[in-house]
């Protein structure tokens, strides 16, 4: 159903990427830009899958999470937004109504502490991207 293809701005080519038998959403490059984290199903649920685009290496990284909404009329997209965390060995995702914090090299994930000085109310921080980073 989906796909990850890659173009080639200069030359309009494309190529699959990814290509998973029951779809391959959601990308998101590391900050390096050497592996690609993706959504895919096995089975009836969705997890996440880390591709490395200089071996092809491609592993779960976790499994389950948050089902995506391929076979609803998705409005906005087909699964909540994640991200990486500064250094790109870490994301944050939601998991069942939580935000978590996942480490990538050992797998091993909690929930997600924002740092205390940005615990009040979003109508008293207003903070910058520069700021958020420093505090992570």
Not at 21 to 43: C, F, I, N
Not at 106 to 111: F, T
């Amino acid at each position: 159903m989906w796909q990850i293809k890659r173009k080639d701005r200069k030359t309009g080519e494309e190529d699959t990427i990814i290509e998973q038998p029951r779809s391959a959403m959601r990308p998101a490059l590391t900050p390096d830009g050497k592996q690609l984290l993706y959504v895919t199903r096995h089975e009836t649920e969705s997890g996440l899958r880390l591709r490395n685009l200089e071996t092809g290496e491609d592993h779960w990284v976790r499994y389950p999470v948050t089902r995506d909404d391929q076979e609803a009329i998705f409005s906005r997209d087909l699964f909540p937004g994640y991200a990486f965390l500064p250094g790109g060995k870490e994301i944050v995702y939601n998991q069942d109504g939580k935000i978590r914090r996942l480490n990538l090299e050992s797998v091993r994930d909690c929930d997600f502490r924002f740092p205390q000085k940005f615990r009040k109310t979003s109508a008293q921080n207003s903070i910058s991207r520069k700021e958020w980073s420093r505090a992570l």
